[in-house]
């Protein structure tokens, strides 16, 4: 949320916006900023992370405008303790995981055939601090198969080096968010079942586990000034 400041500044140097956004939003925020930054005139700085460590920074002073998070109990949280503005916290996604491969890899259909011999190593988000991370969690306890897999789990610092372990072939298959599963080399499993609330997801990716509510809000340490 733009203060009208902001608007009305005509200088050589455009005003400055700092973001902060969970990870995930990395391909669809770089697609919407430089049209954001044409329409208002601003230059926006993105800074990406896992919601919880971008939350950490937030209370701790980081000069940030504007917070996107995966989980809006890290809002709910900043705001609760003053450092982010309570009227502006917005709802503006639910987010869904899916289980993937490389797509040299073979494709799995269950959380389940995470357990085959021949899967050696998993990727998910660390639950620490991501929430994909502990949506994964919660997916693979939900089954009764996190115990077992955990020491095949490899810990990405956020969702997006998740997706680069993926990617580059590190790991056999991994737990990643439905906004990053088109990204190239992956290849989404073609369902998941077995106790999880499944549905079709964007180009027939399935998601699984309950959606996670996603929140933005300003916060009371801004980058910019007035």
């Known amino acids: 949320i733009l203060r009208p400041s902001f608007l009305a500044m005509a200088s050589a140097e455009p005003p400055s916006l700092t973001v902060f956004a969970a990870a995930d939003l990395a391909f669809a925020l ?6 954001f930054e044409r329409a ?3 230059k926006v700085t993105l800074s990406l992370g896992s919601t919880g460590n971008l939350a950490a920074q937030i209370e701790n002073g980081a ?10 109990a890290f809002v709910e949280r900043l705001a609760t ?9 917005t709802l503006y996604a639910r987010g869904r995981i899916v289980l993937a491969t490389p797509k040299s890899g073979r494709r ?4 389940r055939d995470l357990l085959d011999p021949d899967v050696r190593r998993v990727a998910i988000a660390n639950p620490l601090h991501a929430p994909y991370g502990r ?22 610092e956020n969702i997006r080096q998740t997706l680069q372990f993926l990617q580059v072939g590190a ?3 991994g737990i990643v968010s439905l906004s990053v599963a088109s990204a190239p080399g992956l290849s989404p499993s073609t369902g998941l079942s077995g106790g999880l609330a499944s ?9 699984a586990g309950p959606p996670a509510k996603r929140s933005s809000s300003r916060t009371r340490s801004p980058a910019s000034t007035s």
């Open 30 to 35: 770089k697609e919407i900023l430089p049209l």
């Open 40 to 42: 208002h005139r601003v």
């Open 63 to 72: 000069p940030a405008d504007v917070f996107f998070a995966a989980d809006q």
């Open 81 to 89: 303790r003053g450092a982010v503005i309570p009227e502006t916290r």
């Open 108 to 111: 799995l259909k269950h959380l």
């Open 135 to 156: 949506a994964a969690e919660e997916a693979m306890r939900a089954v009764g198969v996190w115990d077992t897999l955990k020491p095949k789990l490899v810990y990405g």
């Open 171 to 173: 790991v056999d298959s």
């Open 199 to 207: 549905a079709p997801g964007a180009g027939g990716c399935p998601s």
